[in-house]
């Protein structure tokens, strides 16, 4: 079965600097697809950005970009100018997709303070 | 567009209650989902479909029941409810390409 953690429980970061947060997942999988959600306050999930295990580019949406390390299972976010609307919870979700459709896993989450 | 919609946003059950959280998705997605959120924890999955007429457990099913008569609506419900319940409940849905959309969630209190 596939596993995702996350190592950082809660982060903190002062408004306009860089964030990194950690993901590591295991599988046996060589393809499936990567995902860091983000739940503010008001509690909607919302998707941060995407990475499909296939592609070596990294994936980027504006201030926020990931560092895919496919061998070693890793899966970090980093947000650069962070902003006070940047706080939040930060999960990271494993995807495959499977005979019964498509299988999600998420970790544990990362509660993200930025700090004025 | 609407996106996924969940009614009710808030709700309190007595023990043994029963209820539907109702959960409709205007993208024409053929997965469809139900994840519970407890304080402080990561989404555990306890239903999911993926089309009109097939649906199976998740990874924490007892105490729920769903079907799924249409790709549209996938209502969850909860039968006697148990204090073990509490938890905010979040309905998604995905394309094929692998993006959950969710919808606002459910606050559900077990008294």
């Known amino acids: 079965a596939q596993t995702v953690t996350q190592s950082q429980p809660e982060m903190s970061v002062q408004e306009a600097e860089t964030v990194t947060l950690s993901c590591t997942y295991d599988t046996s999988e060589s393809n499936y697809y990567l995902f860091w959600y983000k739940q503010p306050p008001s509690r909607q999930m919302i998707l941060v950005i995407r990475q499909e295990a296939y592609k070596q580019q990294n994936a980027t949406e504006n201030r926020f970009s990931v560092n895919f390390q496919k061998a070693a299972k890793s899966f970090s976010l980093k947000i650069s100018d962070s902003q006070l609307g940047d706080t939040a919870m930060y999960f990271c979700?494993?995807?495959?997709?499977?005979?019964?459709?498509?299988?999600?896993?998420f970790g544990p989450g990362t509660r993200l303070s930025v700090l004025p | 567009n609407a996106g996924v919609t969940q009614t009710p946003k808030f709700r309190i059950l007595k023990i043994g209650q029963s209820m539907t959280l109702q959960c409709t998705q205007d993208m024409n997605h053929n997965y469809m989902y139900w994840y519970r959120q407890d304080p402080g924890m990561g989404l555990k999955l306890i239903y999911y479909?993926?089309?009109?007429?097939?649906?199976d457990k998740g990874e924490v099913p007892n105490g729920y029941n769903v079907s799924r008569s249409t790709t549209e609506d996938f209502p969850l419900r909860l039968e006697l409810a148990a204090p073990s319940q509490t938890s905010v409940y979040f309905c998604?849905?995905?394309?094929?390409?692998?993006?959950?959309?969710f919808g606002e969630g459910s606050r559900l209190t077990v008294l």
């Open positions: 998604a849905s995905s394309k094929t390409t692998g993006e959950l959309f």
């Open positions: 979700a494993f995807m495959k997709r499977d005979n019964y459709g498509q299988n999600f896993v």
């Open positions: 479909s993926v089309g009109a007429g097939i649906t």
